[in-house]
């Protein structure tokens, strides 16, 4: 069989991830092309050709980036990216990440008799509409391309899922939102691999852990009310400011006595700092399932969320707990945090029945794509 799959992902195969969603597209593709699949990646940002030690090949664009600026998207981004995808032939095109230029892929895969799988990567990217502007476009505006964009994808994208072969969700409040707009999807959960989890003992449980984008867009002036409030404890916060509002409040926070900015860091300096906490802390309004809960949760710690709670797992597997809006719930968690050995035992067990990268998750995967391929 052969895979298809496009995007930045190229940098997060070298060992320098972008971000979740591509870490994920990271590890799927190397299980497929461990298997014995052929897997090639058209990554438009990549410099150059090559191959992974997985065989996984990897193809760049050729003139990108020529042509008038943001005029280039339609005389020249869009067409190679056809071309390329096209050229492929594959049997399986896969995509994930809301974006217009999915409609390539699934044009491809009908131009050449393939399939086209497409994955969720945040409730933003089945939810309504109204709900997309207030929690990611009206929350940054990054010029006439950014605009562009907004508007081919807001018309395009939810074609894109009704057309698809199948979709994925990451749990089972996307599969329900999805099924509310006629449009049938199975769960495939978030995979991580425990081998790349670094090892410890005897960790510090001292601080509380903001790990992520400081933007308005996850939350983080909700993050600076709450520190305000909670000056008996202290927090060290894993990242870089992305927009206004970042920069407003990570500036106020220099001057906390009970907080420690780290900036942006590898993920290997990330996993050690989220293994020494208390607690997780995330105030992002809306998310998919980020990978960082897992991440948690394989250490054993607590997710204490503001907002949201991925197919309401963290309440159904008592994995922390939920604040659905109101700070002062998780105020009162910042002081009952649970780190017993009972907790971290129930964690790790969930890590390992839904999303630990094992022999059978692997047997899972391939078994999910022939059964693409042969339906």
Same mark, same amino acid.
């Given at each position: ?77 869009? !067409?190679?990216? &056809? ?9 399986? &095109? ?13 044009? %491809?895969?009908?131009?050449? /008799? ?21 929690? /990611? ?11 562009? $964009?907004? =508007? ?5 994208? !939810?074609?894109?899922?009704? $057309?698809?072969?199948?979709?994925? +969700? ?8 999805? @099924?509310?707009?006629? =449009? ?12 790349? =989890? ?14 992520? +984008? ?9 993050? &600076? ?9 202290? *927090?060290?916060?894993?990242?870089? !400011? ?7 409040? &990570?500036?106020?926070?220099?001057? *906390? ?16 700092? =989220?293994?020494?906490?208390? +607690?997780?802390?995330?105030?992002? !309004? ?39 809006? #109101?700070?002062? @719930?998780?105020?009162? %968690?910042? #002081? ?10 129930? +964690? ?13 998750? $692997? ?13």
């Amino acid at each position: 069989m052969k895979v298809c799959i496009w995007g930045n992902i190229a940098t997060s195969l070298e060992g320098k991830t972008e971000g979740g969603g591509e870490l994920q597209i990271d590890l799927l593709a190397k299980v497929l092309a461990k298997s014995g699949h052929e897997v090639v990646i058209i990554d438009p940002v990549s410099q150059k050709d090559f191959t992974t030690e997985e065989g996984i090949k990897v193809f760049q664009i050729k003139g990108w980036n020529q042509g008038i600026k943001y005029l280039r998207l339609f005389t020249h981004q869009i !067409p190679l990216l &056809y071309k390329s995808l096209k050229a492929q032939k594959a049997d399986v &095109y896969y995509s994930q990440i809301r974006d217009f230029r999915h409609i390539l892929s699934l044009r %491809a895969a009908r131009k050449v /008799d393939g399939k086209f799988v497409i994955q969720l990567a945040s409730d933003l990217d089945c939810s309504s509409r109204r709900l997309r502007f207030k929690h /990611d476009y009206l929350t940054s505006f990054e010029g006439p391309y950014w605009f562009i $964009k907004v =508007i081919l994808t807001e018309l395009m994208f !939810p074609g894109i899922l009704r $057309k698809a072969d199948l979709v994925l +969700a990451q749990h089972e409040g996307q599969k329900k939102t999805l @099924k509310s707009k006629g =449009i049938n999807s199975i769960i495939f959960n978030n995979i991580i691999d425990l081998n790349k =989890i670094p090892k410890t003992t005897n960790p510090e449980r001292k601080d509380f852990s903001y790990v992520g +984008a400081l933007d308005k867009r996850k939350g983080f002036a909700e993050f &600076y009310e709450l520190v305000s409030k909670a000056q008996s404890h202290t *927090f060290k916060v894993i990242g870089a !400011p992305r927009d206004k509002t970042g920069y407003f409040y &990570y500036e106020k926070l220099k001057s *906390f006595k009970n907080v420690t900015l780290y900036g942006k860091l590898s993920h290997s300096e990330t996993m050690h700092h =989220i293994l020494n906490s208390k +607690a997780l802390i995330s105030t992002s !309004p809306m998310e998919g399932f980020p990978n960082v809960f897992i991440e948690a949760w394989v250490y054993g710690i607590p997710v204490l969320s503001l907002n949201f709670d991925p197919g309401d797992v963290i309440r159904n597997e008592n994995l922390g707990v939920v604040g659905y809006g #109101d700070i002062n @719930k998780l105020l009162q %968690a910042l #002081d009952n945090t649970d780190n017993s050995e009972e907790f971290a035992s129930r +964690a790790k067990a969930y890590v390992d029945n839904n999303h630990a990268l094992n022999t059978d998750k $692997k047997q899972e995967i391939n078994n999910l794509f022939v059964k693409i391929l042969n339906t």
